[in-house]
């Protein structure tokens, strides 16, 4: 597995949780414990996807961090490729910010 492919999935899930929340809030399924705090955890995920989107944009040492972690899948690789490959593909997480958002704002009007 390459990094790219690592990144892809990892990113990609973050999408398919996103979708998956959307699809049971947009069908009015009920949530184990209760709907009344999916409007809030919708909202606290899609600030956790944003804030994850805008630290791989930018220069922070957590950005360097996470580009570490690929260096355990990929060995051939720098650490500033490794940080270009989480940027690259960190338009994902502002996909699945979105997606949570706007579950939240249907989790509004559903529950």
């Given at each position: 597995m390459t ?5 892809l999935i990892t990113?990609g899930?973050?999408?398919a949780?996103?979708l ?8 009015g ?9 999916v409007?809030w ?9 944003l804030?994850?989107?805008?630290m791989?944009?930018q220069?922070?040492?957590p ?5 570490r972690y690929?260096?355990a ?9 490794a940080a ?6 960190s ?5 699945s910010?979105g997606l949570?958002l706007?579950?939240g ?7």
């Open positions: 990094a790219k492919t690592f990144v990113f899930g973050f999408i949780m996103a998956f929340i959307l699809g049971v809030v947009l069908v399924g009920d949530w184990r414990g209760g709907n009344d705090d409007v955890f919708e909202f606290a995920w899609a600030a956790l996807t804030g994850a989107y805008i791989y944009r220069k922070w040492s950005k360097i961090t996470g580009a690929l260096l899948v990929e060995r051939d690789l720098t650490v500033e490729e270009e490959i989480c940027q690259k593909y338009f994902l997480l502002l996909i910010a949570s706007i579950a704002v249907a989790a509004i009007f559903v529950y």
